[in-house]
């Protein structure tokens, strides 16, 4: 089989003609029904492709995501939306930086760095998340949690709302609760 020719092809042939199916999702985010031993309103939002990861999550107020690490290659970027938090990243000498944040205003924590989330005021901290995967599989260490609990973020308690697998060209988990086209 040959190599395909595409220099004939208009513009709007070169948008359409080679994509797969395209579809639009909507998500809407759960309420919040309580919050867990750390303050975690409810599950984290995670919607996600082979390239991306997006995740929605709320802190009542003094609730925290304690320490923990991503692999080097999971830079995250994360959006205050309501409220604000304290992030504390460790250096590799000991010491620590920390930031806080309000509304509109972004943190960068690097991949593989040491980290924590804490809400500070009187208000919940809701915030957006957004981070570009690299070839690596995503992978955390959650500190403190004996081997026998779930520590992958994609466990049981952090599910995707939505996934889709780009390479494939199919939705591989769709909440229908929270998710419509």
């Known amino acids: 089989m040959g190599q395909r020719d595409d220099s004939e092809l208009t513009p709007k042939d070169l948008a359409h003609k080679h994509l797969p199916e ?30 991306f990861r997006l995740l929605y999550f709320e ?29 504390t990243l460790e250096r590799e000498d000991g010491s620590h930086q920390t930031i806080e944040i309000g509304p509109m205003e972004f943190v960068y924590v690097p991949g593989g ?3 924590k989330i804490e809400a500070i005021g009187e208000q919940p901290h809701r915030s957006l998340s957004a981070a570009k ?18 520590t992958d973020a994609d466990g049981p308690e952090w599910q995707d709302a ?15 609760t929270l998710v419509s086209k």
């Open 162 to 176: 939505l996934f889709v697998d780009r390479k494939r060209d199919e939705v591989v988990a769709k909440d229908d």
């Open 113 to 115: 760095a040491r980290h």
């Open 59 to 87: 802190l009542e107020p003094s609730g925290r995501i304690d320490w923990h690490t991503h692999v080097p290659g999971l830079d995250e970027v994360n959006l205050c939306l309501e409220g604000r938090a304290r992030y």
């Open 133 to 150: 995967f690299g070839t690596a599989a995503r992978l955390e260490d959650l500190e403190d949690v004996p081997e026998t609990e779930e």
């Open 22 to 51: 395209q579809t639009m999702y909507k998500v809407q985010t759960p309420e919040a029904h309580g919050a867990d031993s750390e303050g975690v309103r409810h599950s984290p939002l995670i919607i996600r492709t082979n390239e």
